[in-house]
T-cell receptor, first 111, second 114 residues
């Protein structure tokens, strides 16, 4: 069945550092891929998505590229801010209304 | 913007009580979901509904039921609350594109059962 694997957290960075959160998936066919973010005390919200191979999703300085050859969708940001501290979830969706979520990766950014 | 509203942010209930968690969305979405979120376990799907009066079990339906009498409202019911149901509960909705529609989440209800 479909599955999503994210790197374990927490990831701890200083402000303005480069961020990578790894996400790999297992699925047949060509799923859509999503990153969601959950800020403290809130629900999840869509951060970005990509619907086909080589697509790049981007939002709020975050980017992720759909890599079919490595079945990956790593999240990157060039310079993180304290306000980016949150939990990040990778997810895939295919042929079903129910996405498959990763376990989430906590990001802590220090001033 | 889609708005998904959960009626309570925090609830404290006693063991054995019947508990209702309410969720309303304002975008005419066909699909609605209830998840629970626990540290180290990520999101786990309890129930979902793809139409009024329709429901499907998710991964952990035991101890829960749901009701969807109107398209915009999806209720989660704990028939007899137990301490192991202490958790964060998240409601979500999604539109009709099976592959590409993202989920829109409410802010969650943190339920404590004592």
């Amino acid at each position: 069945g479909d599955s999503v694997t994210q790197m374990e957290g927490p990831v701890t960075l200083s402000e303005e550092a480069f961020l990578t959160i790894n996400c790999t998936y297992t699925a047949t066919g060509y799923p859509s891929l999503f990153w969601y973010v959950q800020y403290p005390g809130e629900g999840l919200q869509l951060l970005l998505k990509a619907t086909k191979a080589d697509d790049k999703g981007s939002n709020k300085g975050f980017e992720a590229t759909y890599r079919k050859e490595t079945t990956s969708f790593h999240l990157e940001k060039g310079s993180v801010q304290v306000s980016d501290s949150a939990v990040y979830f990778c997810a895939l969706g295919r042929g079903s209304y129910i996405p498959t979520f990763g376990r989430g990766t906590s990001l802590i950014v220090h001033p | 913007d889609v708005k998904v509203t959960q009626s309570s942010r925090y609830l404290v209930k006693r063991t054995g009580e019947k508990v209702f968690l309410e969720c309303v969305q304002d975008m005419d979405h066909e699909n609605m979901f209830w998840y629970r979120q626990d540290p180290g376990l990520g999101l786990r799907l309890i129930y979902f509904s793809y139409d009024v009066k329709m429901k499907e079990k998710g991964d952990i339906p035991e101890g829960y039921s749901v009701s969807r009498e109107k398209k915009e409202r999806f209720s989660l019911i704990l028939e007899s609350a137990s301490t192991n149901q202490t958790s964060m509960y998240l409601c979500a909705s999604a539109g009709g594109d099976r592959d590409n529609s993202p989920l829109h989440f409410g802010n969650g209800t943190r339920l404590t059962v004592t």
